[in-house]
Structure formats: structure tokens, C-alpha cells
């Protein structure tokens, strides 16, 4: 008991510790993707006053997501806003989904002209926009450009081609 309170303790703490470094630091990946995109896409119509980048959700990407509060986007503040639901979240520019939302709930945002994001496997089969995945130690994206196009939002041929696929 001595040589795992000594020993293997700490390892195991390390290791916890590590694994806790590691998601915050992929949080803050992915939210730097959020706002990145935003940088590559046109919405249709005249965009307000402010840029909302939305989690739906259990917020998943916690304080990596809130960061981005007051940066810019197409010259405008982005607010970072948590709604309640499906509906809240159409007044929203690019929405987070961090839970399992329905091919109907996708649907309702992107007639909506709101880009989502997710990193649930089945997300772009669902209907959503764009998935960021894991690939060995590095967060990379796919992306469903039936399902933007459907949802009358322009991707610039520059963030395509940086896709790992494009269906």
C-alpha cells in the first residue's frame, strides 16, 4: 500500500491531471475553430449589430468558448450566448451542438441560415454543417456542403480545401 501511495499515487494524479490539460486545451481548439469559420462564410442577408456564436447544449466547450466574447468577426462584437433550445438559438450566427439534436432541429437552424458545428460522430449524416473530429493528436473537420448550401450559406473555397473531406 506504501510503494502505490508513494509511487503510483502521484502517477495516477499526473495522468488525471493530463488528460484534464488536454481537453481544455482541445476545448480551446475547437472554439478557435468556431470563430475561424465565422471568418470564411458568408450568411445570407444583412448580418445585425453583433456576431452570436451560440452552444446548444451542454456546454461542452465551457470557458475555451466564452473567450471568445468581444473579439471580431466581419467587423462586428462577438457575443457568445448558452439558449435554452432550438428556437432561442436561431438568432444565432454559428451554433455549438454539444447535445444529439434531431434531423428536424438541424434542419429548423439551418433554414434559419445558422451555421452548426458539432463533434457527435453522426453529426453531418443528421443534417449539420460541419463535425470536428480527432485525428491522432490533431482536431481536424469535415464538412456537409449540401447541408450549407441548403442553408443559403457561402464557404470559401479556401477554408474547403483545408477540410479532411468535403461531401
Same mark, same amino acid.
Given at each position: 500500500?506504501?510503494?502505490?501511495?508513494?509511487?503510483?499515487?502521484?502517477?495516477?494524479?499526473?495522468?488525471?491531471?493530463?488528460?484534464?490539460?488536454?481537453?481544455?486545451?482541445?476545448?480551446?481548439?475547437?472554439?478557435?475553430?468556431?470563430?475561424?469559420?465565422?471568418?470564411?462564410?458568408?450568411?445570407?442577408?444583412?448580418?445585425?449589430?453583433?456576431?452570436?456564436?451560440?452552444?446548444?447544449?451542454?456546454?461542452?466547450?465551457?470557458?475555451?468558448?466564452?473567450?471568445?466574447?468581444?473579439?471580431?468577426?466581419?467587423?462586428?462584437?462577438?457575443?457568445?450566448?448558452?439558449?435554452?433550445?432550438?428556437?432561442? &438559438? #436561431?438568432?444565432?450566427?454559428? !451554433?455549438?451542438?454539444?447535445? =444529439? /439534436?434531431?434531423?428536424?432541429?438541424? %434542419?429548423? +437552424?439551418?433554414?434559419?441560415?445558422?451555421?452548426?458545428?458539432?463533434?457527435?460522430?453522426?453529426?453531418?449524416?443528421?443534417?449539420?454543417?460541419?463535425?470536428? &473530429? #480527432?485525428?491522432?493528436?490533431? !482536431?481536424?473537420?469535415?464538412? =456537409? /456542403?449540401?447541408?450549407?448550401?441548403? %442553408?443559403? +450559406?457561402?464557404?470559401?473555397?479556401?477554408?474547403?480545401?483545408?477540410?479532411?473531406?468535403?461531401?
Amino acid at each position: 500500500m506504501r510503494l502505490f501511495t508513494a509511487f503510483l499515487l502521484p502517477l495516477v494524479l499526473c495522468a488525471a491531471l493530463a488528460r484534464a490539460a488536454d481537453s481544455a486545451s482541445e476545448n480551446a481548439l475547437k472554439a478557435a475553430y468556431l470563430f475561424n469559420f465565422a471568418k470564411f462564410i458568408e450568411w445570407p442577408g444583412a448580418l445585425g449589430p453583433g456576431f452570436k456564436i451560440c452552444s446548444l447544449g451542454s456546454n461542452t466547450l465551457g470557458k475555451a468558448l466564452d473567450s471568445l466574447e468581444g473579439k471580431s468577426v466581419k467587423d462586428r462584437a462577438v457575443h457568445v450566448l448558452h439558449p435554452a433550445g432550438v428556437e432561442s &438559438a #436561431r438568432e444565432c450566427q454559428v !451554433v455549438f451542438v454539444a447535445d =444529439n /439534436l434531431s434531423g428536424r432541429e438541424l %434542419a429548423a +437552424l439551418g433554414n434559419a441560415g445558422v451555421l452548426t458545428v458539432s463533434d457527435e460522430e453522426d453529426f453531418l449524416d443528421r443534417g449539420g454543417h460541419m463535425l470536428l &473530429a #480527432r485525428d491522432g493528436d490533431r !482536431v481536424v473537420f469535415d464538412v =456537409n /456542403l449540401a447541408a450549407v448550401r441548403h %442553408a443559403r +450559406l457561402d464557404i470559401s473555397s479556401r477554408l474547403l480545401k483545408l477540410a479532411r473531406s468535403v461531401r
